[in-house]
């Protein structure tokens, strides 16, 4: 989804509405990681590992959602 985010980055509005999506799918991937959780398919602190590296594509991402102009703007 960034790269088709990166692909359509000449359109500010579709490259925000493709970040969004890629949050979305990001968003899905933690409910699977709690998920996982609870059925003991990975320990607590695989867990705390992939949560905290969820949690750090999520902030990039909605920061690139914040700052789409700056990537937008030269995109011809």
Do not use: P
Not at 11 to 30: N, P, V
Not at 46 to 75: V, Y
């Amino acid at each position: 989804m960034v790269a088709e985010a990166w692909a359509h980055r000449r359109y500010e509005t579709a490259f925000i509405s493709k970040l969004t999506d890629s949050l979305g799918e990001a968003t899905e991937t933690q409910s699977w990681l709690d998920d996982s959780l609870d059925c003991s398919y990975i320990t607590t602190a695989q867990h705390k590992d992939l949560d905290a590296a969820w949690q750090s594509i999520g902030a990039m991402l909605n920061k690139m959602i914040e700052c789409a102009d700056d990537f937008c703007k030269n995109a011809a």
